[in-house]
């Protein structure tokens, strides 16, 4: 299993280029099930998640192309993919595929709203806590569909096509909101979505369903209207940017200090991160190519942070954050509040040397002068890249082992971070 190697101690100074968002790139694919036409995505980042879904996609007969294969003037730029279910093949996703991401899962949507019929594997994904699925099942049963759990699979029927109703979520979901979108786009009549998760990518979804023909409006806010249509047709979007990995280089920069333009990421998809940030000790400023953030000289400050759904602090920059408190001056307190097992890396970051308290969800971070490079494991996605951050702050070397993690969220890290002056490579294993 390959590694990663981190030399700590350089600054980092430079451009890193931001890749369209995982997180979005995810639910546009699925989108592409919606209709037999094509749907065509820009900027869709080369992600091992990625590469999966087309797996789990070409599965329901999905045909597809890529362009943009070669380097280009920008190497680092995404691909082109063109995706057509013009005749979808198989309304079943297996275990084999859908155990390796959860977000497979929501296949689940575009499938029992076309098709009127899908059998779709109870997740897996990281092991970041229980994440049932009960929201997505009363929100399709509240759009008129029959479902039975059966052998592990969700077997959803809706044999006269599904109808449009009032969904309340009980707790903000984003997976739950895409599917019911998409779900609702093909629905008949008019469907109002409460407490809709407000997340960039969920209004990167609706902002291209609305491209493919569907009537939503409202997407960004927590009450989302979407008039069912009875198809829709193939479009043309880019993927938004990803704000999660512009935070984590962010984070990154203000742990290491040095200058760093993020290319592509703007104010409005990062928010509180960025004034977190500020806290911290880092200087943001948005420019019209990317976000510039600097830290020279001064150390960083401690701060007190809740994880929330946006608009707060993202549970997927948690990690980030308390590998860079790690080396504040004082005490930071950080309460996770999305995932209830989202703690892996607090033993990972203390064989770095960081002194991390755990008291139910809050974790106490006392500052220490400096961290020491060491062997760590990868536990889940965001996990992996804190310790990625982490060690380029510590003295010598670190040793990421099971690195598999950071390649289903992260294009080429070791690229980026190596062309703004870090010591990073790669160990094929
Ligand atoms: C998405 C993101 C993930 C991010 C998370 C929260 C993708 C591919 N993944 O995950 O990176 O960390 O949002 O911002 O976009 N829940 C239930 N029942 C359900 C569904 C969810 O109890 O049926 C709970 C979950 O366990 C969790 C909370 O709701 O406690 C929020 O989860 P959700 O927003 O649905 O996360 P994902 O969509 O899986």
New binding site residues.
């Given amino acids: 299993m390959d590694k990663i190697r981190v030399v700590g101690g350089a600054e980092l100074n430079g451009t890193i280029p931001i890749s369209g968002a995982?997180?979005?790139a995810?639910?546009l694919m699925i989108a592409s099930l919606l209709t037999e036409e094509t749907l065509t995505l820009d900027n869709v980042p080369r992600l091992a998640?990625v590469a999966l879904l087309k797996r789990i996609l070409s599965n329901h007969g999905v045909d597809q192309s890529v362009d943009g294969k070669r380097l280009g003037q920008n190497g680092l730029a995404g691909e082109t993919l063109h995706l057509t279910a013009g005749n979808i093949v198989d309304t079943t996703a297996p275990y084999e595929l859908v155990s390796k991401?959860?977000?497979s899962f929501?296949v689940i949507g575009p499938l029992l709203a076309r098709m009127r019929e899908a059998k779709v594997s109870l997740?897996g994904?990281?092991a970041?806590?229980?994440?049932?699925?009960?929201?997505?099942?009363?929100a399709l049963r509240d759009l008129g569909a029959d479902i039975d759990i059966d052998a592990g699979y969700v077997v959803a029927r809706a044999p006269k096509g599904l109808i449009g109703n009032r969904v309340v979520f009980?707790?903000?979901?984003?997976?739950?909101?895409?599917v019911t979108l998409m779900a609702a786009a093909l629905a008949r009549g008019e469907t109002v979505i409460e407490n809709a998760?407000r997340?960039p990518?969920i209004v990167d979804l609706a902002a291209c369903l609305v491209k493919m023909g569907a009537r939503i409006s409202g997407a960004g806010t927590s009450t989302i209207h979407v008039d069912g249509v009875e198809r829709l047709s193939g479009a043309r979007h880019a993927v938004v940017a990803d704000r999660?990995e512009a935070g984590t280089y962010a984070m990154a920069v203000a742990m290491t200090g040095g200058d760093v333009l993020l290319e592509g990421a703007t104010e409005d998809i990062l928010g509180t991160p960025i004034r977190v940030l500020t806290d911290v000790g880092a200087e943001i400023t948005p420019t019209n190519a990317g976000i510039r953030i600097r830290r020279n000289g001064a150390g960083i400050s401690a701060v007190d942070v809740t994880?929330e759904?946006?608009p707060g602090f993202?549970?997927?920059l948690q990690a980030q954050l308390m590998a860079l408190v790690s080396k504040a001056r004082g005490t930071s307190h950080i309460r996770e509040?999305?995932?209830?097992n989202?703690f892996m890396h607090v033993q990972e970051l203390a064989r770095l040397g960081a002194d991390i308290h755990l008291d139910g969800q809050v974790a106490t971070i006392t500052g220490v002068d400096k961290l020491k490079g060491a062997q760590v494991m990868a536990t889940d996605?965001?996990a992996s890249v804190s310790l990625v951050i982490a060690g380029l702050a510590a003295e010598g070397e670190t040793f990421i082992n099971r690195v598999y993690h950071l390649d289903r969220?992260f294009e080429r890290i070791e690229d980026k971070l190596g062309a703004c002056g870090a010591t990073i490579e790669r160990i094929a294993g």
Wanted: charged content about 25%; hydrophobic content about 35%.
């Fill in positions: 995982k997180n979005a995810l639910p998640d991401m959860r977000a929501w997740p994904g990281c970041i806590g229980t994440r049932p699925v009960d929201f997505f099942i009363q009980p707790k903000v979901t984003v997976g739950a909101t895409h998760a997340e990518e999660i994880t759904p946006f993202p549970t997927d509040t999305i995932f209830e989202r996605l965001r969220g």
